[in-house]
C-alpha cells in the first residue's frame, strides 16, 4: 500500500476497467484510497471478484456498473445508476477505447463510426452528465485518455487518431468551458504500452516504436495508471487542459 | 415546500434575483442567467427534483415558464 493515499475520499469513475490500463487504474485508485466506479461493457464473475478483493483489500468501495458505450440510452443508464448511489463524483476517467489499424481504403463506414462512438461520443456523453454532478460541488477532474496517434500522422491510424485527436480538442474546450466551476480537463496520450491491444500490432512495428523510444522500452500500464492518478489528485489542482505524453519521448523523436 | 417554491428557489439563489423578477425571466434576459449560469441551473434543478436531465431539455430550458413545462412533461413533476 502507498505510503500517502493521494486519492483518499475521492470517488473516482473508470471506463473499461476488465482490462489492461483501466484495470490497472483501478487497482492504483484503489491502494491510494479512492472510491471507484468500475466500468465495463459486460458484467461476468471475474470482474466482480475482481472488484471485490481490492475492495476488501484496500478498505475502499469499488462498485462495478455494466453498460455498452456505443448505445447512447445505455450510457445514459449507466449515468442514472452511478447517481443513484449518491456519491459525490471527483474523477472521470475516459479510458475505454477500441484500436483499430487499417489504411483509407480498407476502412469502412460502420468502422469509423463504431470507433467515434466509443472513442469520443461516448466520452462527450459521459463529459456533459458527469460534469454537471460535478457542477453541484464545484470540483471535478476529468481524464481523458487519448493517444500518441492522435499526434502525430501514421499510416493506417487515421481513423483512430481522428477518434482521439477529437479527444484532444474537446479536452481543451472544456478546461476552458469547466474550469470556472473548478472542474479540471487533462488528457494523457500513451504511447505503446504493454496491454491485450497491441497483440495485434505486428512485431516488427512494436521494435521499431520501443527503439524510437528514449527510454528504449514501452510504457506498462501502471506508467499510464499513475499519470490519471496524479491528474486525478488535488497534486494537480492547478493543472488543467494539458495534453501530457507517456510516451517514452516517442513523439519527440519523430519530430527530429 | 412545494414543487413550485423548490423551483422558483432554484432560479432565485443560481442567479441571485428576488422572486418577482421570475415571471417572463428568459435565457440570457439578465447577466447572471448566460452559458456558465445555465449550467449551474440546470445542476440545481437536477439536485432539487432528483432527476437527470436529457441534454435536449437541457438546451430546451430557455425561460422560467419553459422550464416548467420540460419539468411537468417530461419528469413528472407536478405544479
Redesign the interface.
Known amino acids: 500500500m502507498a505510503e500517502k493515499r493521494l486519492l483518499e475520499n475521492k470517488t473516482v469513475i473508470v471506463t473499461g476497467s476488465k482490462r489492461g490500463m483501466g484495470r490497472q487504474m483501478v487497482t492504483t485508485f484503489a491502494e491510494n484510497g479512492a472510491n471507484v466506479i468500475a466500468h465495463a461493457r459486460v458484467q461476468d464473475d471475474e470482474h466482480m471478484d475482481f472488484c471485490n478483493t481490492l475492495a476488501e483489500k484496500d478498505h475502499v468501495k469499488i462498485i462495478p456498473v455494466y453498460f455498452d458505450l456505443r448505445n447512447e440510452s445505455e450510457i445514459?443508464n449507466g449515468?442514472?445508476t452511478i447517481?443513484a448511489k449518491k456519491m459525490v463524483i471527483d474523477g472521470l476517467v475516459n479510458n475505454a477505447g477500441i484500436s483499430y489499424t487499417a489504411l483509407l481504403q480498407m476502412t469502412s463506414i460502420d468502422q469509423l463510426r463504431e470507433i467515434m462512438d466509443v472513442n469520443f461520443f461516448a466520452p462527450y456523453i459521459l463529459s456533459?452528465?458527469i460534469s454537471?454532478?460535478m457542477?453541484?460541488n464545484k470540483k471535478g477532474s476529468i481524464v481523458n485518455i487519448s493517444s500518441s496517434a492522435a499526434l502525430d500522422g501514421n499510416p493506417g491510424l487515421s481513423a483512430y487518431g481522428a477518434s482521439k485527436s477529437a479527444l484532444l480538442c474537446m479536452t481543451r474546450s472544456l478546461a476552458a468551458e469547466l474550469g470556472?466551476?473548478n472542474i479540471r480537463v487533462n488528457a494523457i496520450c500513451p504511447g505503446v504500452t504493454a496491454t491485450d491491444m497491441i497483440n495485434d500490432m505486428k512485431d516488427d512495428i512494436f521494435r521499431i516504436q520501443k527503439e524510437a523510444s528514449f527510454l528504449k522500452k514501452v510504457a506498462t500500464p501502471d506508467d499510464i495508471a499513475n499519470t490519471a492518478m496524479m491528474l486525478l489528485s488535488d497534486m494537480s489542482k492547478y493543472i488543467t487542459g494539458q495534453v501530457i505524453s507517456v510516451d517514452g519521448g516517442i513523439t519527440q523523436f519523430s519530430k527530429r | 415546500m412545494t414543487n413550485l417554491e423548490l423551483y422558483k428557489k432554484s432560479f432565485c439563489e443560481t442567479f441571485e434575483i428576488q422572486e418577482d423578477a421570475l415571471k417572463g425571466l428568459v435565457y440570457q434576459g439578465i447577466p447572471s442567467w448566460d452559458s456558465v449560469g445555465h449550467m449551474n441551473l440546470v445542476a440545481t434543478l437536477e439536485e432539487a427534483f432528483d432527476i437527470m436531465m436529457d441534454t435536449d431539455d437541457v438546451i430546451d430550458l430557455s425561460s422560467y415558464e419553459k422550464g416548467i413545462e420540460i419539468l411537468k412533461d417530461h419528469y413528472d413533476i407536478g405544479f
Open positions: 445514459k449515468i442514472k447517481r456533459q452528465y454537471k454532478m457542477l453541484r470556472e466551476n
